[in-house]
Every structure is written in structure tokens, then in C-alpha cells.
């Protein structure tokens, strides 16, 4: 493992594009990925099962999997089960508090305006899995969705001879309504066209790897979808008071995510800087995925920086944009509020990015890639349409007239200001 160990005011023209311009590297695949789509769109089921068997090496007969879920809950050890529950139950709080009220205002010169909510009709969850362990990706998906009252969820998850029953269990506590055993990219054209077997939706959202991801990115527009989300990332900022290895096993368990996860740590002190390397070497041994830790701590993406003040180490996070933003310093809540784009942030040395992944209650769906410089993480918005709503009275009307009137007719559209003429020539 080489970790990087540089100076913030010397990073060159390469070194800050691989840090701030980084991708989901969906290019590679995109090519076969339409090829996919195309086939499950016009084929369905037969597709589906075919690209199945021959990326999954799985022989898949009934598509839809709900009542294996129901089991697989009702089957599960009750130490597993607890830590689902109360998963589901604190991000569900955590998400019950994001639900926007209808309103109407009446103003004084006769405008009565106001919006309400409503949640989209049908929603489907990607769920990350096959015979590994993602109930916690279940759980992100399914549950904001409940909560912002979608009326029928989809899930589609990988097959495997043995799907992981965790996994399934999961989702049946979260609460989908229809479970499907497809993963990949034929499981996103699956959601975004619909099959004999699979129910087409209206938005898909979820994490995957990169040939789910370029799927997304193909039937968006067909189809709505929360994001494109590449690799896992983690900034962490830390000032002299941070204990190195806390800070080294903050990204230690970000790389253990994937080869191609980006890690960073940004310091003011050098000595800070030096201690978190030692003790990323130490850790990285330490661990049972040392071989994917090290490749992504040799990442060119990835690194421990040292700023020659805290005011540059802000700065570079704010240009970073990361997924996940760890603040481990003195004043942390000073610094968080010189940084406005990160999907997540964990504030003080007692609050691991694992929390936010599994149990502390927020979403663990975020954007990577620099998307939290314009987009925030899943949540219940991303399940609700608004619409404005508007009565006005006479007098609100002709307040408005000689406005609306000269803009139509600037414009060019004179039926648009006849219409106001109309309901006030009446009388």
C-alpha cells in the first residue's frame, strides 16, 4: 500500500482532477448495459431470465420472491431480528420528521396560494445482495418510501442458490409490497418497463455497482431516478485534537466497501497527518478485507492531506463535495458551518460513519462524485410531487391585470391577456 501523504497547497493539475472530478466509471459498460435494456424491454420475463443465468449463473423460476421474505423474517435469529427493528424504527422517525404540511395563505389583495404533497404512485428499490448481506440497503430504500406513503414499493435484489435470508428479512420488515428475485442491470430495466412479472414504476432509487448504475443512467428519462452514485467516499477533517486512529478507521471502513472507494483525510497538523498514516498502515493489516482496503488507500483519489491552516482544509472539503463528511476537531460545529456540500455529515469523535450506514436513523443513500454540491441523499421528498394551488378573487384579479396584460402582450401571446379581459369585462 502506498497511502499519499501530500501537502493541500501543493497538489498539482492531475492530482486535484483526480480528487475533484471523480466518476461512477459507467463508461466502460454502458455499451453492453443498452444492449441489456433494449432485450428486457422488448423480451421481458425471457430476457430477464436469461441475462440472469448468464450473469448470476442462477436458474430462475418464479420471479417474485415476497412470500420468501415473510419466512425468511419469520426464521430469523432474534439478535438479527432486533438490530432490523430497530433499524426500521429510528430511520422511519428519522423520516416521519421530514414530512412536509399542505398550506394555503390568503394575502391581502385577494391571492389565495398554497401547495400540497402527494406521493408517487409506484416507487422501485434496487437492493444490493445476491448471497451477500445488504439489509441495511433494504432498509434506506423501503422505508422513506412507506413513509411518504407511496402506494405500492418494488424490490428487486440479486438471486443467488441461497439469497441471504438477512437480506430478505430486511425488506419484508421495511415493508415492500412485492419482492423480486433480478438483479443488475436487467433488474433496472425490469422496474423501468415492466415484465409479465414485474410491475413497471415510476421512479427507481438505490445503490449498486456499476452496471446498475449505468442502467439508471439509461432509462433515465423513461423513468425517474434519485441519482448516479459511484464508489463510496469519506472526507474527514480533523485538527490536532482528533485521535489518529479514529480518523485512520474512519476510512479504513470506507475501503473495505470497494477497491475504488476514495478516502480521505484533511489536517491542519502535521503531526495529526503523520499519526493517521501510521495508524492506517497498522489498521489496514488489522482487518479481513486488507486487499480491497489497500488498493482503495492507494487510490489516486484517495489520501491523508495536510492544509497549511483550517481555513484550507475547508475550503478543500467544500471543493470536494464528499458522500460522507466526518468532523472530528475541536470547534466542529464552526466548521461545519463553513461547509455546505456533503451528503452526510458524523460531527465529533463518538459518531462513526457506520452509525448513519445501519441504525443512527438518517439515510445512508447519498450522492458521491461532487452530486452533494447541488443534490441532497434519499429522503421522503424524493417519494413526493408538489403542486401549487391558487384561487384568486375579482379584486385579486384586477390587481393583477395591467401586469399580466403587458407581459402577454410582450410576449406575443394575446389570447393569454384576453382571458384576463374577459372574466373583468363581465360586468
Not at 421474505?69 to 424504527?89: G, K, M, S
Not at 428519462?221 to 448516479?228: E, H, K, N, P
Amino acid at each position: 500500500m502506498s497511502i499519499q501523504e501530500r501537502d493541500v497547497s501543493e497538489l498539482g493539475p492531475d492530482e486535484r482532477v483526480a480528487f475533484f472530478e471523480r466518476d461512477a466509471g459507467i463508461e466502460s459498460v454502458r455499451s453492453d448495459v443498452r444492449d441489456i435494456v433494449e432485450r428486457v424491454r422488448e423480451e421481458g420475463d425471457v430476457a430477464v431470465r436469461e441475462f440472469t443465468e448468464r450473469f448470476d449463473d442462477v436458474s430462475v423460476g418464479n420471479l417474485e420472491i415476497t412470500d420468501h421474505c415473510e419466512r425468511a423474517y419469520d426464521d430469523l435469529d432474534e439478535e438479527l431480528l432486533e438490530a432490523i427493528e430497530t433499524a426500521v424504527a429510528n430511520v422511519r422517525e428519522f423520516h416521519e420528521a421530514q414530512l412536509p404540511e399542505d398550506w394555503r395563505e390568503t394575502f391581502a389583495d385577494g391571492r389565495e396560494l398554497g401547495r400540497r404533497f402527494r406521493p408517487i404512485d409506484r416507487v422501485g428499490v434496487y437492493v444490493p445482495g445476491g448471497s451477500a448481506a445488504y439489509p441495511s440497503s433494504a432498509i434506506m430504500g423501503v422505508v422513506p418510501a412507506i413513509v411518504a406513503g407511496v402506494e405500492h414499493v418494488s424490490v428487486v435484489t440479486p438471486p443467488a442458490d441461497q439469497i441471504n435470508p438477512v437480506t430478505l428479512a430486511a425488506i419484508h420488515a421495511a415493508g415492500a409490497d412485492a419482492v423480486f428475485s433480478v438483479g443488475g442491470a436487467q433488474g433496472i430495466a425490469a422496474l423501468a418497463y415492466g415484465t409479465e412479472s414485474v410491475t413497471r414504476v415510476q421512479k427507481i432509487v438505490g445503490p449498486g455497482n456499476r452496471w446498475v448504475t449505468a442502467a439508471k443512467a439509461e432509462v433515465r428519462g423513461d423513468v425517474a431516478i434519485d441519482f448516479l452514485a459511484g464508489p463510496s467516499e469519506v472526507l474527514v477533517v480533523a485538527d490536532d485534537t482528533a485521535d489518529p486512529e479514529l480518523v485512520a478507521s474512519e476510512l479504513i471502513a470506507q475501503a473495505e466497501h470497494d477497491p475504488n472507494a476514495s478516502v480521505v483525510a484533511v489536517t491542519d497538523d502535521e503531526a495529526t497527518g503523520e499519526a493517521i498514516t501510521d495508524s492506517l498502515e497498522q489498521q489496514a493489516s488489522e482487518r479481513e478485507r486488507e486487499e480491497t482496503i489497500r488498493s482503495a488507500l492507494s487510490n489516486d483519489a484517495s489520501g491523508v492531506l495536510v492544509a497549511r491552516s483550517m481555513s484550507e482544509a475547508i475550503l478543500f472539503a467544500e471543493e470536494y463535495a464528499p458522500e460522507h463528511l466526518s468532523i472530528i476537531a475541536d470547534d466542529d460545529e464552526a466548521i461545519l458551518e463553513r461547509i455546505d456540500s456533503a451528503g452526510s455529515v458524523f460531527l465529533g469523535p463518538y459518531t462513526p460513519v457506520a452509525a448513519g450506514d445501519y441504525a443512527s436513523g438518517t439515510n445512508h443513500v447519498l450522492p458521491t462524485n461532487g452530486g452533494a454540491r447541488v443534490t441532497g441523499g434519499l429522503s421522503v421528498e424524493t417519494f413526493l410531487r408538489s403542486t401549487t394551488v391558487q384561487r384568486l378573487s375579482e379584486t385579486g384579479l384586477e390587481d393583477l391585470e395591467d401586469p399580466i396584460t403587458t407581459l402577454a402582450t410582450a410576449e406575443g401571446l394575446e389570447a393569454h391577456a384576453e382571458s384576463v379581459r374577459l372574466r373583468l369585462d363581465r360586468d
